[in-house]
């Protein structure tokens, strides 16, 4: 295997199950189940991929040391529009960065996001403005979707920031079942004359 296979980007499921775990997470407190994880690029290569994903029960634990920050929804507990999962995770890398003394990260160019849903088109354009190298998402977002469903903010098409890639459907089945368990509570955090009782 030559250098440039060794470092491409490739999609590895270890890392989307730890974004599903955060959503599961997510769904527990209440919110909207989605959760992700930002991994170093060159942690989401080829190598790490055959031997983490060959290892099904691979333990989060594990993981540990390869994810650079975890986020999950929050915008009911924080009440704060912003409170996304993506938005989560870069807040967790730079606060983890300064916890630790280091210089935080001018930009997401050295990072690779698994997201349990498509990028709403806010969270896609933050992360084309700090321009992440690669999402990998699991089901599409069929009402916000900035990803290529509703908006291809990735596509960068009227911006100076670089393009960046998405790649979706992985676990979608798995990303909708979680969706289709939130909605089909009634929300809490939704002002009382506005909550409906599912039926």
């Not at 990072?111 to 992440?132: D, F, H, K, Q, S």
Request: glycine fraction near 8%.
């Amino acid at each position: 295997m030559g250098d440039a296979e060794k470092s491409a980007v490739v999609y590895c499921d270890a890392f989307m199950r730890a974004a599903f775990a955060e959503a599961r997470r997510a769904l527990a407190e209440g919110e909207v189940p989605v959760g992700c994880v930002l991994v170093p690029a060159e942690a989401s290569c080829a190598a790490n991929a055959e031997r983490l994903d060959s290892s099904d029960g691979q333990s989060e634990a594990s993981l540990g040391h390869l994810i650079a920050a975890r986020g999950r929804n929050a915008t009911n507990k924080a009440h704060h529009a912003l409170a996304h999962a993506e938005f989560v995770a870069v807040k967790a890398l730079l606060r983890d960065a300064a916890a630790k003394g280091q210089k935080p990260p001018t930009s997401l160019a050295g990072y690779v996001l698994y997201v349990v849903v498509e990028p709403c088109i806010m969270c896609a354009a933050m992360l084309l403005y700090n321009r992440i190298r690669k999402v990998y998402f699991g089901c599409a977002n069929h009402r916000f979707g900035g990803n290529g469903t509703i908006l291809a903010v990735h596509a960068a098409a009227s911006t100076s920031a670089p393009a960046y890639e998405s790649c979706g459907g992985h676990r979608a089945d798995e990303a909708v079942a979680l969706l289709q368990e939130f909605y089909s509570r009634e929300n809490s955090a939704a002002p009382s004359h506005k909550r409906r009782r599912k039926v």
